[in-house]
């Protein structure tokens, strides 16, 4: 076999992967079918981000922020060129998208061991060391050498920022966290009512070649969360606790959070409003809210398939399939959900397709930690499988668990940097 690697795929994972392989001084062919472009990107750029919400929070006590310090701990590359890239958020890490995609495409581009060939591939060669990393819109003959799983995903609309009407906003962050990083929309018990009535009644665009109108609980369409209850918005993206409106001295009925899209300001998203409702719908339903009564919406809202493998049957825990040990499965198509997941994954992918190549022992973390734990849930049997993000609940028990619950978190998180450091230091793993 040859010293070299195949990456399938040029997204989060798929960069993660090649430059992790890059590290060790094994060659790489980095494959990406783009600028053959799909219903959900935008550029020829690698590692585009799809969606527009950020990468989540950075606090390392929440499970989020703990991926991160795990990701560090591990020398992540493109966590720390999302750090190059990032824009305020309060306590989350979120990036100028364009800026993140020119400089992971710039990163490859400059790697010696990297070779970038845009071109689609449409069958996998099992002969070859693979790390196959083709996302949530894996399709044609690769999708069906390992069979795949759907749910669907949905990206919220994005406006320009000097269309927002100040007059019917404030700037701050919930509870007074962070910088004034989000634009804050607030809505009187009248026209939140309106705007749920509306949205509830708003016609949604077709999906095509779609077998079933699946939605994944993590990236739920606006339009069928609200369908649920009048209320179940004031208690999601929409809830006003830890807001006060300067205009009225009290708190909102209900408040929409726009957040920085790119580092100038210049583009705000609409957070937790993915959606498929049609265009003109979007823009006729949006422009309800006093501060967009006037928005220009520079990017609308898709939905659009998601896939995965079934990974309890299909995966070991070093993401190699277990039908074809030569192929190893990162980022979103494993089973993990996020944009740090898989990136985590392509990372881990990638770190045990070199041990495989070079006779040595997988790398599996930790189930004290975040990414141990995730791995050992995609390997765990579950007759109902679905996508899973980083959470706490993952985690084994704590011995002694504390009360109080942000000393409890700060003692998973103690636990888990403990604990990956240790493995590091008895496997050797840089």
């Given at each position: 076999?040859?010293?070299?690697?195949?990456?399938?795929?040029?997204?989060?994972?798929?960069?993660?992967?090649?430059?992790?392989?890059?590290?060790?001084?094994?060659?790489?062919?980095?494959?990406?079918?783009?600028?053959?472009?799909?219903?959900?990107?935008?550029?020829?750029?690698?590692?585009?981000?799809?969606?527009?919400?950020?990468?989540?929070?950075?606090?390392?006590?929440t499970a989020s922020g703990l991926l991160k310090r795990e990701l560090e701990l591990l020398d992540c590359r493109l966590l720390s060129i999302a750090r190059t890239c990032a824009v305020p958020a309060g306590n989350?890490?979120?990036?100028?998208?364009?800026?993140?995609?020119?400089?992971?495409?710039?990163?490859?581009?400059?790697?010696?061991?990297?070779?970038?060939?845009?071109?689609?591939?449409?069958?996998?060669?099992?002969?070859?060391?693979?790390?196959?990393?083709?996302?949530?819109?894996?399709?044609?003959?690769?999708?069906?050498?390992?069979?795949?799983?759907?749910?669907?995903d949905a990206a919220a609309p994005i406006v320009a920022a000097d269309s927002i009407d100040c007059r019917y906003a404030f700037s701050g962050s919930r509870y007074g966290k962070g910088s004034d990083d989000y634009i804050n929309c607030p809505m009187n018990?009248?026209?939140?009512?309106?705007?749920?009535?509306?949205?509830?009644?708003?016609?949604?665009?077709?999906?095509?070649?779609?077998?079933?109108?699946e939605v994944f609980e993590g990236c739920m369409p606006i339009e069928i969360m609200a369908a649920r209850g009048r209320d179940t918005l004031r208690f999601g993206p929409l809830r006003p606790v830890g807001f006060t409106d300067p205009a009225t001295g009290r708190r909102p009925?209900?408040?929409?959070?726009?957040?920085?899209?790119?580092?100038?300001?210049?583009?705000?998203?609409?957070?937790?409003?993915?959606?498929?409702?049609?265009?003109?719908?979007?823009?006729?339903?949006?422009?309800?809210?006093?501060?967009?009564?006037?928005?220009?919406?520079?990017?609308?809202?898709?939905?659009?398939?998601?896939?995965?493998?079934?990974?309890p049957k299909t995966i070991e825990e070093s993401f190699c399939l277990k039908d074809k040990p030569n192929v190893f499965i990162g980022g979103q198509l494993s089973g993990v959900e996020g944009y740090v997941e898989s990136i985590a994954s392509g990372l881990l992918a990638a770190e045990n397709a070199v041990r495989s190549m070079t006779d040595r022992p997988p790398v599996v973390l930790p189930p004290e930690t975040i990414l141990g734990a995730l791995t050992r849930y995609l390997v765990t049997p579950n007759a109902d499988f679905q996508p899973m993000n980083a959470n706490f609940g993952i985690l084994p028990p704590l011995e002694n668990p504390p009360r109080d619950k942000q000393e409890r978190k700060a003692a998973y998180a103690a636990r888990s940097v403990a604990a990956l450091k240790q493995f590091k230091k008895a496997v050797g793993l840089n």
């Open positions: 076999m040859n010293r070299q690697i195949d990456v399938i795929g040029g997204g989060l994972a798929g960069c993660e992967a090649a430059l992790r392989i890059a590290s060790h001084g094994i060659d790489v062919r980095l494959f990406e079918a783009k600028p053959i472009r799909s219903p959900a990107h935008h550029t020829n750029k690698l590692a585009e981000l799809v969606c527009s919400n950020s990468l989540k929070s950075d606090d390392p006590n989350a890490l979120a990036v100028d998208r364009t800026q993140f995609a020119e400089a992971v495409t710039d990163a490859v581009e400059a790697d010696p061991h990297v070779e970038l060939i845009r071109r689609r591939v449409d069958a996998l060669d099992e002969n070859r060391m693979t790390v196959l990393a083709t996302g949530p819109l894996t399709m044609g003959g690769v999708a069906d050498a390992i069979g795949l799983l759907h749910f669907y018990k009248e026209e939140y009512y309106a705007f749920v009535d509306a949205l509830t009644a708003a016609e949604v665009a077709p999906l095509h070649d779609f077998d079933r109108r009925y209900a408040v929409l959070q726009l957040r920085k899209e790119n580092v100038a300001g210049e583009m705000y998203n609409l957070v937790g409003f993915q959606t498929n409702l049609k265009f003109g719908e979007q823009k006729r339903v949006f422009s309800m809210i006093p501060a967009l009564g006037n928005c220009e919406i520079l990017r609308y809202g898709v939905m659009h398939r998601n896939s995965f493998i079934e990974a």
